[in-house]
Antibody, heavy 119, light 107 residues
C-alpha cells in the first residue's frame, strides 16, 4: 500500500490550497480516508474523514466550514480543499486510510505534504 | 470532548530496558485505542489497534493493554530502532483524538 500527498505550498493568510493524495495497492473505494495534520513540534491532529463511497464526511471543529474533503474513486485519489487559511493551519498534512470495518484507526499513511500559511 | 493525556512526556531508557507508556482518557472510553510510532521526518506508523491487537509486521516486543480510562504501551526489551515518539489515539463518534506524545530517548 502506498499513498502520496501533493499540493502543499506556501500561501498567504486567507488564501486557498487544494491537496491531493494518490493511493495504490489498496481497494481504494472500500476504505474511508482521512487527512491528519501535524504542526511543527506538535502531535498529530485529525482534520477530516470521508467514507468509502464519499457520501459521508466528518470534520474537526476547527476546519468545519473552511475545509472540504472529497474523493474520486475512479482515480484512487483523495482531496482536501482548504479555504480561508490561517497561520494556525501551518503543518504537514498526511493522508491515511481508516481500517475497513469500523474506521477507528489509521492503517497506512503517506509521507505528508507541507503547508505554510504566512504573509 | 475526551482528552487523551500521555505520560511521561519524555522517557530516557537504555537498550534492553522494559518501557511502559501510559495514555489516560478524561473519561471512560471504549476499546478504540491505537498506538503509533513516529520517527523524525516520517509519518506515524501503526503499532497497536483496539488497545491490544498488534499490527501485522510489528515486532512482538510491542504490546498494548488497558481499559476504561487507562491504557499502556509496553516495549519488553528496547531496541536501538525503537527510539522515537509514541502517540496514542482514540476514536469515538466520528472524532479521532491523539495524545500529545511520549518521546523515548537514549539514556
Amino acid at each position: 500500500v502506498e499513498m502520496e500527498e501533493s499540493g502543499g505550498s506556501v500561501v498567504h493568510p486567507g488564501g486557498s490550497l487544494r491537496l491531493s493524495c494518490a493511493a495504490s495497492g489498496i481497494q481504494f473505494g472500500s476504505y474511508a480516508m482521512s487527512w491528519v495534520r501535524q504542526a511543527p513540534g506538535q502531535g498529530p491532529e485529525w482534520v477530516a474523514t470521508i467514507s468509502g463511497t464519499g457520501f459521508n464526511t466528518y470534520y474537526a471543529d476547527f476546519v468545519r466550514g473552511r475545509f472540504t474533503v472529497s474523493r474520486d474513486n475512479s482515480k484512487n485519489t483523495l482531496y482536501l480543499q482548504m479555504n480561508s487559511l490561517r497561520a494556525g493551519d501551518t503543518a504537514t498534512y498526511y493522508c491515511a486510510n481508516n481500517n475497513w470495518n469500523d474506521m477507528s484507526y489509521f492503517n497506512h499513511w503517506g509521507p505528508g505534504t507541507p503547508v505554510t500559511v504566512s504573509s | 470532548d475526551i482528552q487523551m493525556t500521555q505520560s511521561p512526556s519524555t522517557l530516557s531508557a537504555s537498550v534492553g530496558d522494559r518501557v511502559t507508556i501510559t495514555c489516560r482518557a478524561s473519561q471512560t472510553i471504549s476499546g478504540f485505542l491505537a498506538w503509533y510510532q513516529q520517527k523524525p521526518g516520517k509519518a506515524p506508523k501503526l503499532l497497536i489497534y483496539k488497545a491490544s491487537n498488534i499490527e501485522d509486521g510489528v515486532p512482538s516486543r510491542f504490546s498494548g493493554s488497558g481499559s476504561g480510562t487507562d491504557f499502556t504501551l509496553t516495549i519488553s526489551s528496547l531496541q536501538p530502532e525503537d527510539f522515537a515518539t509514541y502517540y496514542c489515539q482514540h476514536y469515538d463518534n466520528y472524532q479521532w483524538t491523539f495524545g500529545q506524545g511520549t518521546r523515548v530517548e537514549i539514556k
